[in-house]
């Protein structure tokens, strides 16, 4: 009862008795229902529209995700009304979750002249089409998260469109890409050749010239000297969905004089044959001939590398991983060494768990005009390339991006001279959880020696074929399908051939390199740092890879060859949900449950959903208040008598119970509202059961224990149970919480029959999801017989009725009250779909008791 | 021999997906633009069997679209999407000569339902047209040639 006591007015003023001001509130607390059944049953649709099989755009996000926003802004300013502002603080969480919401929603204003030019520090995600995502998100990273980032400056896909139109090549271009056959190498690679030769000698516009001049002019004025400058490019979806890793150019260290020639060479980075293939996989082709290219000031790395925000294999939970090599960030990446690994925990606390120091005999460092490669001196090669303080600096780093993105992150940086952290990029992350291998036949490796034993996962799962060894570009072309490419490195240009590769199996190599990113991406059996494969194994020998179990194995093995896992992609997995799941972590999830708990507060409200529930549970403690305070004034609050668990308060507003009866308490026959009457007649049938537990099947009860486990744990399952009735002669506002239930009746019975209507909402449930599917669909078909125009979204059920006479009202209303003592817990029961059907016959029959109930454990002993 | 369908919306997204529902459910083959005065070029290099076009475009809207491929094929059926709430305008798109509209957001099933509609309604006008010009051939071969002696 603390929460009361919270809100307890010391002495109602003269006027908090009157009529007038009752009335007021009362509105603001009709205002408040109203915002908030219509935002659940927005939220309810974009919910399902979740689930997948939809198509729709970002308009559709935005103008849903508007319309949430602008009830829940309605509750949060009617619950202030009603609570005479003391719910100031609701106002700030709900902008903040509101903030969050916008910045995944907004696009760049439109604007005429999109510029051809950015600086990096005007940059974030809403000129995603202008920037590419590789760009938009570094300058998220800049300018909303404020982490240390480069310097520079961005050239916009429309730079690289007037570059395509001033040498008239956008349509050559085009009808080259048009026409490609990813399965002929050997065309693949004399067009990419084509298409490289007609984009580098072009001629850059004036126009843009002049706006590189000015931007770089800026960057040098700001750093006080004359940067030499990172060319990174971005696609349009790049760092989005897809990884792209590794498939676009980077050139580091580019002396200004130099920059035309090089971003030239980035532009024609989309057309070698691995990007073609890339993007051909991806159904990108036709979109991809756009670019933009970011221009970094360069960071004099001394230790460069990537961080997973999560183990890519999937195999540890809760983990930071960190590879780290000497010098500029290739090394990492493109598999030429075994970088230093690091394991990091996320929990309890970020903490350094394991490292693997590798020896690092070759670095990369900027050159004169370049980079270059040299050796790293002896001792200084086997030292760990990152400090402690430096890996903590970068898990918390890690976590922050993570969070702001909202979803597992692969993540490039670098330390320079000083010690200093510089983020390059980040990007979502492929995630691939183990599959188990089947049980090994006996005597296997007599018939089927293990050829090797030791290595990293880059990608679960098992394969058989030919080998097939690739060390330079020319071999790529003879690559056959379903051979098992072995190799040196994890060179990324193998990518050209792994949409027809078995699998994969690499000398040196760590499973963050791009090669191995794009293998998960494939979802392709991959080992990777097996030390020997290329000495062990002889070209066209029959292998079998068992990345489960890390094996390779001589001949087939058919005994453990899965089936393969179907390459096509699926909806859900396109931008467009990725940024619908985005918008809905601030919106849909429901933390807070149980109203009884500490942190039942506007603080402890994460999402809208949040503050709905919040809103809601204090509005109703407002109105029990008022009720109380108002008692001797024309307005009074009574409490209910009867046997019935009910905990029932009535607020009449004139009218709906019996004049002379004013004390605390009534009786069920005070009750004088004519549809409260109707509704009781219901509730109390002598067949319906409102006291003591109903019998769950166990499956049941254990998805309300591990539902119970993420939510809060209610004490019992009819928690908070004080339901509230707002009643004049005519009318009746019900709303109850029973356990997780939430149910509203709204409804006004007169004899003037086009005044009558009734509404009926009932949401929510502490079974699994598929279980409060199916007592949705059981109240949703009964309701449906019972004449009501029924719409149920999810487990969102919302039933109503207009216009019809009294006394058929009343019957409704009487078999309302029924209906919801009998899906009281009925979730729990209803196990499979079969179900479902017996129990709208059931009731439909009047079996209220459900007597013979198909799912129900007559005793635990049986079960 | 499968229908070949051009999709202009532009928006990439919904031409990621719905090409993706459509090459994984049907045999049917796919070409998209995001850029709808590519329309004129597309329609004489290949022969669509249908066209699915959003309706509002910065660069050129839904109507104009019906416009230009009617005038270049009246037998090419042209599938509608419009944003929710703009039903007047797929009325007007329908009286415009679209064979069918689809409103945001929808479910996979329905576009699939609304372009073998379409097709089969083409595939019918097609043979219809193709039989009563058969029919005049033979009617005007009869004219000229005079009645069939014994």
Same mark, same amino acid.
């Given at each position: 009862?603390?929460?009361?006591?919270?809100?307890?007015?010391?002495?109602?003023?003269?006027?908090?008795?009157?009529?007038?001001?009752?009335?007021?509130?009362?509105?603001?607390?009709?205002?408040?229902?109203?915002?908030?059944?219509?935002?659940?049953?927005?939220?309810s649709?974009?919910?399902?529209?979740?689930?997948?099989?939809?198509?729709?755009?970002?308009?559709?996000i935005?103008?849903?995700?508007?319309?949430?926003?602008?009830?829940?802004?309605?509750?949060?300013?009617?619950?202030?009304?009603?609570?005479?502002?003391?719910?100031?603080?609701?106002?700030?969480v709900?902008?903040?979750?509101?903030?969050?919401?916008?910045?995944?929603?907004?696009?760049?204003?439109?604007?005429?002249?999109?510029?051809l030019?950015?600086?990096?520090?005007?940059?974030?995600?809403?000129?995603?089409?202008?920037?590419?995502?590789k760009?938009?998100?570094? /300058?998220?990273?800049?300018?909303?998260l404020?982490?240390?980032?480069?310097?520079?400056?961005?050239?916009?896909?429309?730079?690289?469109?007037?570059?395509?139109?001033?040498?008239?090549?956008?349509?050559?271009?085009?009808?080259?890409?048009k026409?490609?056959?990813?399965?002929?190498?050997?065309q693949?690679?004399?067009?990419?050749?084509?298409?490289?030769?007609?984009?580098?000698?072009?001629?850059i516009?004036?126009?843009?010239?002049?706006?590189?001049?000015q931007?770089?002019?800026?960057?040098?004025?700001?750093?006080?000297y004359?940067?030499?400058?990172?060319?990174?490019?971005?696609?349009?979806?790049?760092?989005?969905?897809?990884?792209?890793?590794?498939?676009?150019?980077?050139?580091?260290n580019?002396?200004?004089?130099?920059?035309?020639?090089s971003?030239l060479?980035?532009?024609?980075?989309?057309?070698?044959?691995?990007?073609?293939?890339?993007?051909?996989?991806?159904?990108?082709?036709?979109?991809?001939?756009?670019?933009?290219?970011?221009?970094?000031?360069?960071?004099?790395?001394?230790?460069?590398?990537?961080?997973?925000?999560?183990?890519?294999?999937?195999?540890?939970?809760?983990?930071l991983?960190?590879?780290?090599?000497?010098?500029?960030?290739?090394?990492?990446?493109?598999?030429?060494?075994?970088?230093?690994?690091?394991?990091?925990?996320?929990?309890?606390?970020?903490?350094?768990?394991?490292?693997?120091?590798?020896r690092?005999?070759?670095?990369?460092i900027?050159?004169?005009?370049?980079?270059?490669e040299?050796?790293?001196?002896?001792?200084?090669?086997?030292?760990?390339?990152?400090?402690?303080?430096?890996?903590?600096?970068? /898990?918390?780093?890690?976590?922050?991006?993570?969070?702001?993105?909202?979803?597992?992150?692969?993540?490039?940086?670098s330390?320079?001279?000083? /010690?200093?952290?510089?983020?390059?990029?980040?990007?979502?992350?492929?995630?691939?959880?183990?599959?188990?291998?089947?049980?090994?036949?006996p +005597?296997?490796?007599?018939r089927?020696?293990?050829?090797?034993?030791?290595?990293?996962?880059?990608?679960?799962?098992v394969?058989?074929?030919?080998?097939?060894m690739?060390?330079?570009q020319?071999?790529?072309?003879h690559?056959?399908?379903?051979?098992?490419?072995?190799?040196?490195?994890?060179?990324?240009?193998?990518?050209?051939?792994?949409?027809?590769?078995?699998?994969m199996?690499?000398?040196?190599g760590?499973?963050?390199?791009?090669?191995?990113?794009?293998?998960?991406?494939?979802?392709?059996?991959?080992?990777?740092d097996?030390?020997?494969?290329?000495?062990?194994?002889?070209?066209?020998?029959?292998?079998?890879?068992?990345?489960?179990?890390?094996?390779?194995y001589?001949?087939?093995?058919?005994e453990?060859?899965?089936?393969?896992?179907a390459?096509?992609?699926?909806?859900?997995?396109?931008?467009?949900?990725?940024?619908?799941?985005?918008?809905?972590?601030?919106?849909?999830?429901?933390?807070?449950?149980?109203?009884?708990?500490?942190?039942?507060?506007?603080?402890?409200?994460?999402?809208? +959903?949040d503050?709905?529930?919040?809103?809601?549970?204090?509005?109703?403690?407002?109105?029990?208040?008022l /009720?109380?305070?108002a008692?001797?004034?024309?307005? +009074?609050m009574?409490?209910?008598?009867?046997?019935?668990?009910?905990?029932?308060?009535?607020?009449?507003?004139?009218?709906?119970?019996?004049?002379d009866?004013?004390?605390?308490?009534?009786?069920?026959e005070?009750?004088?509202s004519?549809?409260?009457?109707?509704?009781?007649?219901?509730?109390?049938?002598?067949?319906?059961?409102?006291?003591?537990?109903?019998?769950?099947?166990?499956r049941?009860?254990?998805?309300?224990?591990?539902?119970?486990?993420?939510?809060a744990?209610?004490?019992?399952?009819?928690?908070?149970?004080?339901?509230?009735a707002i009643?004049s002669?005519n009318?009746?506002?019900?709303?109850?919480?029973?356990?997780?239930?939430?149910?509203?009746?709204?409804?006004?019975?007169?004899?003037?029959?086009?005044d009558?209507?009734l509404?009926?909402?009932?949401?929510?449930?502490?079974?699994?999801?598929s279980?409060?599917?199916?007592?949705?669909?059981?109240?949703?078909?009964?309701?449906?017989?019972?004449?009501?125009?029924?719409?149920?979204?999810?487990?969102?059920?919302?039933?109503?009725?207009?216009?019809?006479?009294?006394?058929?009202?009343?019957?409704?209303?009487?078999l309302?009250?029924?209906?919801?003592g009998?899906?009281?817990?009925?979730?729990?029961?209803?196990?499979?779909?079969?179900?479902?059907?017996?129990y709208i016959?059931?009731?439909?029959?009047?079996?209220?008791?459900?007597?013979?109930?198909?799912?129900?454990?007559?005793?635990?002993?049986?079960? | 021999?499968?229908?070949?369908?051009?999709?202009i919306?532009?928006?990439p997204?919904?031409?990621?997906?719905?090409?993706?529902?459509?090459?994984?459910?049907?045999?049917?083959?796919?070409?998209?633009?995001?850029?709808?005065?590519?329309?004129?070029?597309?329609?004489?290099?290949?022969?669509? @069997?249908l066209?699915?076009t959003?309706?509002?475009?910065?660069?050129?809207?839904?109507?104009?679209?019906?416009?230009?491929?009617?005038?270049? @094929?009246p037998?090419?059926?042209?599938?509608?999407?419009?944003?929710?709430?703009?039903?007047?305008?797929?009325?007007?798109?329908?009286?415009?000569?679209?064979?069918?509209?689809?409103?945001?957001?929808?479910r996979?099933?329905?576009?699939?339902?609304?372009?073998?509609?379409?097709l089969?309604w083409?595939?019918?006008?097609q043979?219809?047209?193709?039989?009563?010009?058969?029919m005049?051939?033979e009617?005007?071969?009869?004219?000229?040639?005079?009645?069939?002696?014994?």
């Open positions: 009862m603390k929460l009361l006591n919270l809100f307890r007015r010391k002495k109602p003023s003269a006027a908090a008795a009157g009529e007038e001001f009752f009335k007021k509130k009362y509105q603001s607390f009709k205002n408040l229902l109203e915002a908030n059944n219509a935002a659940l049953e927005v939220m649709h974009m919910e399902a529209t979740q689930e997948g099989d939809y198509v729709f755009d970002l308009q559709f935005r103008a849903s995700a508007e319309s949430i926003l602008e009830k829940v802004q309605t509750i949060v300013q009617e619950l202030n009304t009603l609570g005479d502002n003391r719910y100031a603080e609701l106002v700030k709900y902008q903040n979750i509101a903030a969050k919401i916008q910045n995944e929603t907004e696009a760049a204003p439109p604007s005429l002249s999109v510029p030019v950015l600086p990096l520090s005007q940059v974030d995600r809403r000129f995603l089409l202008q920037v590419g995502g760009n938009a998100n570094l /300058g998220e990273i800049k300018n909303r404020q982490l240390p980032t480069p310097e520079g400056f961005v050239l916009t896909n429309e730079a690289y469109r007037l570059v395509l139109a001033e040498n008239r090549l956008t349509e050559p271009l085009a009808s080259l890409v026409e490609l056959d990813i399965d002929n190498i050997e693949l690679t004399e067009k990419s050749q084509i298409l490289r030769e007609m984009l580098l000698p072009a001629k516009p004036q126009r843009l010239v002049e706006e590189v001049n931007q770089y002019g800026q960057l040098v004025a700001a750093l006080n004359e940067p030499y400058l990172a060319l990174r490019s971005s696609g349009l979806y790049e760092d989005l969905e897809s990884s792209f890793a590794g498939q676009f150019l980077t050139v580091l580019v002396p200004f004089d130099r920059f035309f020639p971003y060479e980035v532009l024609a980075s989309q057309f070698t044959p691995t990007a073609l293939v890339y993007l051909s996989q991806k159904r990108l082709l036709q979109r991809q001939l756009a670019m933009s290219v970011g221009c970094l000031a360069m960071v004099p790395a001394r230790s460069s590398g990537v961080m997973f925000t999560a183990d890519p294999t999937g195999s540890r939970g809760d983990v991983v960190i590879d780290a090599a000497w010098g500029l960030g290739p090394a990492v990446v493109d598999g030429t060494l075994t970088p230093d690994h690091y394991v990091l925990s996320k929990q309890p606390a970020l903490d350094l768990l394991e490292q693997q120091i590798s690092k005999p070759r670095r990369w900027a050159a004169d005009r370049g980079i270059a040299e050796a790293v001196p002896l001792e200084e090669g086997s030292q760990p390339a990152l400090t402690r303080d430096e890996l903590l600096t970068l /898990g918390r780093y890690a976590l922050q991006l993570e969070e702001y993105f909202g979803s597992p992150q692969d993540i490039e940086f330390v320079d001279l000083q /010690g200093r952290i510089i983020l390059l990029q980040s990007r979502p992350l492929t995630l691939l959880t183990p599959r188990a291998t089947g049980i090994l036949p +005597h296997l490796e007599e089927h020696p293990v050829l090797l034993d030791h290595g990293t996962v880059a990608c679960f799962g394969a058989a074929g030919p080998v097939f690739v060390d330079h020319a071999d790529l072309s690559f056959p399908d379903g051979a098992i490419l072995v190799a040196r490195h994890t060179t990324a240009r193998y990518g050209a051939v792994l949409h027809k590769a078995a699998g199996v690499i000398d040196i760590s499973a963050t390199s791009h090669l191995a990113i794009l293998a998960r991406e494939f979802k392709l059996p991959a080992l990777v097996t030390g020997k494969a290329t000495q062990v194994l002889r070209p066209g020998q029959e292998i079998t890879v068992d990345a489960n179990q890390i094996r390779v001589d001949g087939r093995l058919e453990i060859l899965q089936a393969p896992v390459k096509t992609s699926l909806l859900a997995e396109t931008p467009i949900y990725a940024r619908l799941r985005r918008v809905l972590r601030w919106i849909t999830p429901l933390r807070l449950t149980d109203p009884k708990l500490a942190n039942f507060t506007p603080a402890a409200c994460q999402t809208l +959903h503050i709905t529930r919040f809103a809601h549970q204090m509005a109703v403690t407002e109105m029990f208040e /009720g109380e305070q008692r001797q004034g024309e307005v +009074h009574v409490q209910l008598q009867t046997n019935i668990p009910l905990n029932l308060y009535i607020i009449d507003l004139g009218g709906g119970i019996r004049a009866h004013r004390g605390r308490f009534v009786s069920p005070d009750i004088t004519i549809p409260l009457r109707a509704l009781w007649r219901g509730i109390s049938h002598p067949e319906i059961s409102w006291a003591g537990p109903i019998p769950i099947d166990m049941g009860l254990y998805s309300v224990v591990s539902r119970s486990l993420t939510a744990a209610p004490q019992h399952a009819d928690f908070w149970a004080r339901t509230l009643v002669e009318y009746l506002n019900y709303s109850s919480r029973l356990g997780y239930h939430f149910a509203t009746i709204d409804a006004l019975v007169s004899d003037v029959r086009n009558n209507y509404s009926f909402r009932f949401k929510g449930g502490a079974a699994d999801e279980r409060r599917g199916r007592r949705a669909r059981f109240l949703g078909e009964v309701l449906t017989r019972l004449d009501l125009e029924v719409d149920i979204t999810g487990d969102l059920v919302v039933a109503r009725l207009w216009k019809y006479p009294r006394p058929l009202l009343e019957e409704k209303l009487d309302l009250g029924r209906l919801m009998c899906a009281r817990q009925r979730d729990m029961v209803m196990a499979d779909e079969s179900t479902v059907e017996w016959q059931a009731f439909l029959e009047g079996n209220y008791r459900f007597a013979g109930e198909p799912g129900s454990v007559a005793n635990p002993d049986q079960g | 021999m499968s229908a070949k369908i051009l999709i919306d532009d928006e997204d919904m031409l990621i997906m719905l090409e993706m529902i459509i090459t994984d459910k049907t045999a049917y083959q796919v070409v998209t633009t995001t850029n709808p005065l590519e329309l004129p070029e597309l329609l004489a290099q290949e022969n669509f @069997n066209v699915i959003d309706l509002k475009m910065p660069a050129k809207d839904g109507i104009e679209v019906i416009e230009t491929v009617k005038s270049h @094929n037998d090419i059926p042209v599938v509608v999407i419009t944003a929710f709430g703009t039903l007047e305008s797929a009325e007007e798109a329908v009286r415009r000569g679209a064979y069918d509209f689809i409103t945001k957001p929808f996979k099933e329905q576009i699939l339902v609304a372009i073998a509609r379409a089969e083409q595939r019918i006008t043979e219809n047209r193709e039989l009563r010009n058969r005049e051939a009617k005007t071969a009869a004219k000229t040639s005079g009645p069939p002696g014994d």
